[in-house]
């Protein structure tokens, strides 16, 4: 390749990166999940489109598209809150394998007797199509606030389902005949148990090292993070685990450590998932030749119809029966079981071992999974509402930036009061820190003053709490507990430590702007 070549490249990767930016924005406007616009430059700029490029590699498509889904699982590790993943932990283990099960079994039934597809291709689409994916969920959802025990399920669900559908995609598309059903059982459930051992190893090893090795520069730790939960996935795949699921694991592990710089971490790893998202998207659109998927339309709209109407409702209902799960939440749960990057890349897997029929496969996913995300994903918001499961009255989380003070054994917390936190009107007095933590500074509207004990905190408005290092964790609690309950935290319930309840937090603390010391 020459410089000129190389040129041409970069300005044309760039001009692609900055129409799929202006894409998200028109995609927050619609209310539709960006992955369609993305997959639309793809088909645009593709065969029988205005650049009419011409691409058919099936097998790079899936090693990129493998290499964007260990980032965007990075990604999604590092966002998902251990406090509110945990209530719904059964249930989505459950849904991620035995309505794994269920789901694969309608949906190839639907496409072998009313489609007539073999066996072997109906069980394919069937596995294919079994993934959920959380990005195009919660893209449509941002604006509708839930109860965290169905964005819980919803988000472990997704995370945790990549790993027996990849399996169960790769057997279907071996040679030969597909193992006996016990045989493949035994082999999901080795991979998986490979996989959490893995990914938890690599998870707390990493989030200890980063903890007590203090970096020369910020900007390392987020690299350090990513180059972290990739080592998790390649050495969960070289155990011949699921690589997947440890990379899933080893992310959430690092997201809920406390480790420095924490919202930098997750901003970089965002930023990384929107480039993978958007190039994963873009090859797909790309490998897709549009005149072919008209004869295999009203096909991938009947199993779309089996695997919505009848196959996800069956999941839902027979996953949750233990869990008793109110008949509301199971609908919306069972409506929002969206379909993203995940099934149009494993339809390229068929494709890679020459399978009969594997281009029809593909056409028919990367059909289904348009159309039905043009009907789910807007009617999300509704049916939520519809519901009432909206929880409007929910409050806003505080931002929380964690830096190393490491000559002065101590941490310096950024914490951003976004809107809907009740911490608006608190008082700093009133947060009741625990002995070794103060606010020394407020950032309110461009302007920085150093607060006293009757300064009013308001929305907006941008701390700067020093702790030292025994009292860190307590006073990130207290806050957090703070902007959840107010300024009755801990006394009406609410979770989180109080001055008074922590060991380190006993005895007296010193506010700035007072000249005296005040019992706890």
């Known amino acids: 390749m020459t410089v000129h070549q190389l040129n041409e490249l970069l300005l044309v990767c760039s001009l692609v990166l900055l129409v799929a930016v202006a894409a998200v924005r028109i995609s927050s406007r ?11 430059i793809g088909v645009a700029i593709g065969q029988d489109g205005i650049g009419n490029v011409a691409f058919d590699n099936a097998e790079l498509t899936q090693v990129i598209g493998y290499a964007a889904l ?16 945990k209530p719904a932990l059964p249930a989505a283990v459950v849904l991620s394998t035995v309505g794994v099960a269920v789901s694969v079994g309608v949906t190839a039934a639907g496409a072998h007797y009313l489609v007539g597809l073999d066996w072997r291709q109906a069980l394919i689409i069937g596995a294919v199509v079994s993934s959920t994916d959380a990005a195009a969920v919660f ?22 389902n990549d790993a027996p559908v990849v399996i169960l995609v790769v057997a279907f598309s071996t040679a030969g005949p597909v193992d006996h059903w016990y045989l493949l059982v035994g082999e999901i459930a080795l991979e998986l148990a490979i996989g959490v051992a893995v990914g938890l190893a690599v998870g707390f090893l990493g989030s200890y090292g980063l903890r007590h090795v203090a970096l020369p520069a910020s900007g390392l730790y987020p690299i350090a993070v990513m180059a972290i939960a990739v080592v998790a996935y390649a050495a969960g795949a070289m155990a011949h685990g699921s690589g997947f699921l440890a990379v899933y694991l080893a992310s959430m592990v690092l997201g809920n450590a406390k480790l420095p710089h924490a919202p930098a971490n997750r901003g970089f790893a965002e930023g990384l998932g929107w480039i993978a998202q958007i190039g994963m998207f873009v090859l797909l659109g790309l490998l897709v030749t549009p005149h072919e998927l008209v004869h295999d339309f009203w096909p991938a709209v009947v199993i779309g119809l089996v695997l919505t109407v009848v196959a996800r409702p069956m999941e839902v209902l027979v996953s949750l029966l233990p869990f008793r799960i109110p008949w509301q939440e199971q609908a919306l749960m069972s409506w929002a079981g969206l379909r993203g990057a995940v099934p149009i890349i494993l339809a390229t897997i068929p494709m890679v071992t020459k399978v009969e029929g594997s281009e029809r496969i593909f056409n028919i996913v990367f059909v289904l999974v348009v159309v039905y995300t043009l009907v789910q994903g807007p009617t999300l918001p509704w049916l939520a509402k519809a519901l009432k499961l909206g929880d409007p009255a929910e409050a806003a989380d505080l931002g929380v930036e964690s830096a190393p003070l490491e000559r002065l054994r101590g941490h310096l917390l950024s914490v951003a009061i976004p809107e809907g936190s009740r911490m608006h009107g608190v008082e700093v007095a009133e947060l009741r820190l625990p002995a070794g933590a103060a606010v020394t500074l407020v950032v309110r509207e461009d302007a920085s003053f150093v607060p006293g004990p009757a300064t009013v905190l308001r929305h907006g408005d941008e701390l700067l709490v020093v702790a030292t290092d025994p009292v860190r964790d307590a006073t990130e609690r207290r806050l957090r507990a703070v902007g959840q309950g107010g300024k ?14 922590t060991p380190a937090a006993t005895g007296r603390f010193h506010l700035p702007g007072s000249d005296r010391r005040k019992e706890t």
């Open 139 to 160: 893209s449509v959802l941002r604006k509708v606030p839930l109860p965290s025990r169905v964005t819980g399920v919803l988000e472990a669900e997704s995370g945790f």
């Open 488 to 501: 009755l935290a801990g006394w009406l319930g609410t979770g989180g430590a109080t001055a008074a309840s």
């Open 70 to 85: 260990v980032v965007i699982l990075a990604e999604g590790g590092l966002g998902t809150k251990w406090k509110e993943i």
């Open 30 to 40: 619609s209310g539709l999940p960006s992955l369609l616009l993305y997959l639309g």
